[in-house]
């Protein structure tokens, strides 16, 4: 699908055209947004709009890496929105020029669709100028970077919860929790930081120091800032979690295996004794004993029970 708002100079929006309806001289500016385009549609953003093949092919072709590229008094932007359940990064392309703005996207997203309305609602409210391409850009990026947010929360409201049932779950299941909650992090990394280092490059760049919206897109590199920042504390925090889970699971173990060696030690003596007077040689005169069989239960029960007493003075047992 492919939408097409157009700017009057008047500054006026026309929606509900086709691009084969629009002479480019008779409006300001537009922006036409291909949607989930089919192979015939994407194929005008080489017929039509004459883009560089290179451009184009990124488009077309596997996930790019957000980047910013320059071409004939044009920018052609590589932006990634963030599938919510996933957190998979879906690849936003944006054609900047003077006089149009370009999106391209395979698939549909709701934070294009919430730039479409913000756009066209400030251009109903309000003449847009010759800087609506780059409000229009910069809009694009600020919901697509809004969206970040909500999944970030996310995952801090399932770590506060995990730090409050620490107690009550299995370690086992407090580890998978926790590597699980870092995989999600790492993810949603990978899409933060390429962003952030793409907007960084925009907002430093020559052609952008004395841009109207300048101080527009050094906000969205605030914002990427603080998601970076806010992930790299979540995965400390994942981390810490790790290590004070495996840190309770070793001191379970360890007063497991001391509690088996104290049970350990206290039979050796007794299987000693026992084993003794099993081996039934003829020449054992205390096998012929009226009270020798009693005796030796109370040998091994006052040996036994001495042991059990020294053990617990030495606070083996706590």
């Known amino acids: 699908m492919i939408r097409v708002l157009a700017i009057t100079p008047s500054y006026e929006p026309v929606t509900g055209l086709t691009l084969e309806e629009i002479r480019m001289e008779d409006y300001a500016w537009i922006w036409a947004d291909f949607s989930n385009p089919t192979p015939e549609e994407a194929r005008k953003l080489e017929s039509y709009f004459h883009f560089h093949p290179l451009a184009v092919e990124d488009c077309l072709h596997v996930l790019q890496r957000p ?11 590589v932006l990634h929105a963030l599938q919510p359940d996933t957190l998979q990064a879906v690849e936003v392309d944006v054609f900047l020029a003077p006089s149009f703005v370009v999106s391209f996207h395979q698939q549909a997203l709701p934070e294009m669709d919430e730039a479409w309305e913000r756009v066209l609602s400030a251009a109903g409210k309000g003449p847009l100028g010759q800087d609506g391409p ?3 850009a910069y809009t694009i990026m600020d919901k697509l970077v809004d969206q970040y947010f909500p999944s970030l929360f996310a995952i801090e409201d399932e770590l506060a919860e995990l730090e409050s049932q620490g107690e009550k779950d299995s370690v086992e299941d407090l ?3 926790v590597f699980a909650l870092r995989s999600r992090l ?15 490059r925009i907002v430093n760049s020559q052609h952008m120091e004395h841009h109207a919206h300048h101080a527009y897109f050094s906000d969205i590199y605030d914002h990427l800032l603080k998601l ?7 995965r400390e925090m994942t981390a810490d979690l790790r290590d004070s889970y495996i840190s309770v699971n070793s001191n379970r173990m360890n007063t497991i295996m001391k509690t088996l060696t104290v049970i350990t030690t206290i039979f050796m003596p007794l299987t000693l004794i026992a084993g003794i007077y099993g081996m039934n040689f003829e020449n054992m005169p205390e096998l012929g004993w009226h009270y020798g069989y ?11 029970g001495g042991m059990v007493l020294w053990f617990m003075r030495r606070g083996w047992f706590k």
């Open 294 to 304: 009693f005796f030796v239960l109370l040998l091994m029960f006052v040996l036994g």
């Open 186 to 200: 790492l993810r949603l990394r990978r899409t933060v930081v390429p962003m952030r280092d793409l907007l960084y």
């Open 134 to 136: 780059s409000f229009t």
């Open 175 to 177: 580890m998978n929790q």
């Open 228 to 234: 970076a920042d806010m992930i790299e504390a979540d």
């Open 67 to 77: 980047k910013l590229d320059y071409y004939d008094n044009m920018q052609f932007f």
